[in-house]
């Protein structure tokens, strides 16, 4: 299999989650010392998934155009102009333009999930199971980093809180930029190869496969958005623990996230890739239980950790399934499609968290992802036995 781009995208993803975590770690933190409206605390993070949700279309279609490598590059730009403004937002203490900032990352964000697309067609196409998986443990590194990043640079620059939080970042979507213009040939660019004719897109997006796959995906990023969004404000605001404890819950939930990572797609190619997205499932379902038994440090960690599992063999099954139902010549149009319902759930998501936190608190939040995970496994046993997931049993080495 070759590992050069690989390579790349791994080390892009660390970057992109090292951004990630510290906007997300301090996002409603940072939002609650702007505002005198407690429930506009986690509006920035809103604002990251919103208009990432709303990028996904225009930044699929710009990389038609020019080809990933550049379209990557784009976004790594744009992330590291918002690091720039949010650094003017904490100087200038505004609400208004922290905001703003964090919409602008969000740009990048619409970028950064398609890097597992690109590592699908850095290969063949019986390796990108593991192709995509193998991209994603980037992320490990990036929730080292990220939390460093929020320990160290809190007081770094010591006339602006967090500035130098935001600054560290900046540097790393620099280097990311450039990393991206190195990115070699994918399948799919080389436009001396012929390529089947796309067919329409209502048609592509009718396959049950299709349907279960995109949900498969928009309920794990949703879910997981939803209660890794609330758990800041849930813990340092309303519970009072630490900045330091609530780092750590969000570290061991980014690593519980990208871990798995290391095996699941190959557990994905030897156990079917409908098995572990249900496993997936079944493992956010927990996350929420746990949630349910308290608001002890504990009951954070544990809920926060199995919530990071269970999106990974069900977000990473989801685009493993995904890749299935469409041809080369099809594949931006499908995957943009696929990206505005994972966004967008997601987007909800973070839009309902803080409201929800702020209204009714921790333990009816945890209660709310139930019905879809519900939904999403009664989709998973629904196309079991489709032809296009046997294709996705075991897969010869």
């Known amino acids: 299999m070759p590992i050069r781009n690989i390579l790349i995208l791994t080390v892009c993803q660390l970057i992109s989650a090292t951004g990630a975590i ?47 490598r550049y379209g990557f590059a784009f976004g790594s730009l744009t992330a590291a102009v918002s690091m720039a403004i949010i650094g003017v937002a904490l100087h200038r203490q505004s609400f208004v333009l922290f905001a703003f900032a964090a ?25 990108a199971p593991r192709a995509i998986s193998l991209v994603l443990v980037g992320a490990i590194g990036g929730a080292w980093v990220g939390p460093e990043l929020v320990k160290y640079g809190e007081f770094a620059v010591a006339s602006v809180q967090y500035l130098g939080s935001f600054l560290g970042v900046l540097g790393l979507f620099l280097i990311q930029a450039l990393l991206h213009l190195t990115l070699g040939p994918l399948r799919g660019e080389d436009k001396s190869i012929k390529q089947k004719p796309p067919r329409p897109l209502g048609k592509i997006a009718a396959q049950p496969i299709f349907i279960v796959a995109m949900l498969g995906g928009a309920v794990a990023y949703g879910v997981m958005t939803f209660i890794m969004t609330a758990t800041p404000l849930s813990m340092h605001i309303h519970d009072g623990f630490s900045l330091d404890d ?17 095996i699941s797609g190959f557990l994905i190619e030897k156990f079917g890739v409908v098995r572990m997205m249900s496993l997936g499932a079944i493992g956010l379902i927990g996350a929420c239980l746990i949630g349910l038994q308290g608001q002890e440090y504990m009951n954070y960690l544990g809920a926060l950790v199995l919530l990071g599992v269970g999106w990974n063999f069900l977000y990473v099954g989801g685009t493993i399934m995904l890749t299935r139902t469409y041809e080369m010549s099809e594949r931006f149009r499908a995957q943009g499609v696929n990206e505005v319902c994972v966004f967008g759930m997601s987007a909800l998501a973070s839009l309902l968290a803080g409201t929800i936190i702020h209204a009714y608190g921790w333990l009816t939040l945890v209660l709310v992802p139930f019905p879809l995970l519900a ?16 294709r996705l049993q075991a897969t010869p080495a």
Do not use: C, W
């Open 375 to 390: 939904i999403a496994l009664f989709g998973l046993f629904y196309v079991r036995k489709d032809p296009l997931a046997a």
């Open 246 to 262: 609530t780092r750590q819950v969000i570290r061991g939930h980014v690593l519980a996230m990208y871990i798995p990572s290391l």
């Open 22 to 68: 510290v906007i997300i770690t301090l996002g409603g933190i940072i939002g609650s010392k702007l505002t005198s409206d407690p429930s506009l605390a986690t509006l920035p993070v809103s604002m990251v998934v919103l208009f990432g949700a709303a990028a996904t279309i225009p930044a699929t279609m710009l990389m038609k155009r020019i080809g990933r």
């Open 103 to 127: 919409a602008l990352f969000g740009l990048n964000m619409a970028f950064t999930l398609q890097f597992r697309y690109a590592a699908a067609e850095s290969v063949d196409a019986k390796y």
